[in-house]
Each structure stands twice: as C-alpha cells, then as structure tokens.
C-alpha cells in the first residue's frame, strides 16, 4: 500500500500548549480520578499525562492543556488543593508539542527510537510523551520547537531513504529537495487519519499542505497549493 510505504508523513508543530504538574500528590488510588475529574467538570481538556514517584512522597502528576485554558485549570486545582492533597502546583506556557504522524508507523519499528535518538543530539530535552498507532508527540521547551521540526523532517527522510530498498520515492524526492512537507501526502492520509486522530490531526495536515517550506525553516524553493 502506498501509504503504508511513507513512514512518517508530515512533522507538526503545536503551540497552543500549557502544562501542569501536581507535586507529591498522595499515591493511592482514586487520586487521579479525582483531578482529573474536577478538569472534566470545568470543561478542560486534557492531553499528555506522565505520572512519576516522588522524590518526597507520593507521586507527581503532570499534564498538558490548550494555553487558553491554564488559568481555568490553574484555579481549579488551586481551590481543590486540600481536597487532591497535593503539596504544590507547577505551572508552564512557555512549551510546544512537537509531533510525527504516518499510518506506515503500523508497520514499521524504530520510529520512536529515531526521533528521540534525533531530538537527543541537538540537546532537545522531551518533557512528556505520548504515543498512538500513527502518531508519537513529544512536549519540549517553546525555544526549540522550529529546531526540532526541521531536525525530525532530516531525520524521517533519512528513515524513509533506508526502508526503499535502495529506491528513492518520489514523495522522498520531494522532501529532499525542501519541498513543502506533507502537502502529497495530506491527501493520501485523508480519510484514515482523521477518522483515526481526529481532527486535531487532519487540520495541522491540511494547513501544512498550503505553507511555503520556509515557514518550517526549510530550503527554498516555489510553493505548491
């Protein structure tokens, strides 16, 4: 399938980000429930969650959210601060998430791997993580986030070249040359990639689609519609 055969179809960059992390929340269950509960019921909604020991005690809990809704946030757990029990609260804008999409990622291994391998040697520090069948995303600080498009799209291209079988696709050819990234294979993804992802997915691809190359930084060259 020709889909399948493009591992990783386009590198997003989302700036509408805000994280929260809940400092040594009590570790027993019920816990999270009830924060992110409380969230739910003030209409936030919540995207990366990554949940670690303590170095105290109990666990630490963080999250991220659309900037325009921190303050919401912010005041909700601040009111139900007893209540959760957690001993502080953290807040961060100044964060993107930066993610690799393809539906070939069903198929192939090492995609994970490449991107935070790529990631690590420009110094990029991954703060959260999250993963699906077609899509890794990782929270990083805002001032490397147009560093760590530019380095994942050298990075899947690389990939791309090794999985041909000594055969450069032309949609590869493309990248290569600086050429937008994503705009053949917004297309190609359609369907399955908003029906799979939603369309928090399907838009950044489709305004993808219509950027110059050099709005991610990349060489130059004519614009494609």
Known sequence: DIVEKQIVSAVTLSKDEAKISLLSVPDEPGRAAMIFGLLADAGINIDMIVQSPSRQAGANISFTMAESELARAVETLTLAKNRIGYVQMQSDRNVVKVSVIG?????????????????????INIQNISTSEIKISVLIAADYGELAVRTLHQAMVSTARKVSDGHLDARVEQLEQGQVFAP?????LGEQVVEQEGED????????????????GLAQGDRHA
Do not use: D, I, N, Q
């Open 103 to 123: 539906v070939g990622m069903r198929s192939h291994t090492g995609v994970a791997s490449t991107m935070f391998r790529a990631l690590g040697e420009k110094a």
């Open 184 to 188: 053949a294979f917004a297309h190609e």
């Open 201 to 216: 997915v399907g838009a950044p691809l489709r305004f993808l689609a219509r950027r110059p190359r050099r709005a991610l």
